[in-house]
């Protein structure tokens, strides 16, 4: 009996060691097989919340689109019934019929230069650009003027009372400017 002691005393030992080793071995492979599972699984996690932003994007870019819609539609109705018209006069002061239909124009262009910006179909740089155009005309400035009560009442992190600002701005600006070349004028705000 003593042998068989002996003998299997040698053995456990050695049966200890192998199995540890091998357990070792499987928990390190499973541990790594963990890690790559979770790194799947975030970059998974990354991507469905990427489409999620772009599919809220697409909403939001749409239901922009169909607001501006509308809203053009309206002043195309208004433009074309000076009767419709008199429903916008909010100017201070008397604004005969033509003018308000120039005012309303204003008004389209503008808006129209803002949701191209608001959709990302222009950067900012682009939109200043085209507002620092509009400035140029005399009915647009006179426009500008006469709805700078409108603007007054604009949630100031707007998109619209940013821009409004970057305008009375730009007006300043040209006004001040001791240049012909107006498109010079003004620094173009950064992204």
Not at 9 to 14: D, E, I, K, Q
Not at 60 to 78: G, M, S, V
Not at 93 to 121: K, M
């Amino acid at each position: 009996m003593a042998t068989r002691k002996s003998w299997t005393r040698g053995v456990g030992p050695a049966a200890t060691a192998g199995l540890s080793f091998a357990t070792g071995t499987f928990l390190l492979l499973r541990g790594k097989g963990w890690r790559r599972l979770a790194h799947i699984e975030e970059r998974e996690r990354r991507a469905a919340e990427h489409e999620r932003l772009a599919l809220a994007a697409q909403r939001r870019n749409a239901a922009l689109t169909e607001q501006h819609r509308l809203h053009f539609d309206l002043l195309c109705t208004a433009m074309g019934d000076a009767s419709l018209a008199a429903v916008l006069d909010t100017y201070e002061g008397n604004v005969s019929p033509e003018r308000q239909r120039q005012f309303l124009f204003a008004n389209a262009l503008y808006i129209n230069a803002l949701h191209a910006h608001r959709i990302g179909a222009s950067s900012l740089h682009e939109l200043y650009g085209h507002l620092r155009v509009m400035c140029q005309n005399p009915i647009f400035r006179e426009y500008w003027d006469a709805t700078r009560h409108h603007r007054a009442s604009l949630d100031r992190s707007s998109d619209e009372a940013k821009v409004g600002r970057m305008v009375d701005q730009l007006t300043r600006e040209l006004d001040s400017a001791d240049t012909d070349e107006w498109w010079v004028v003004g620094e173009p705000p950064s992204e």
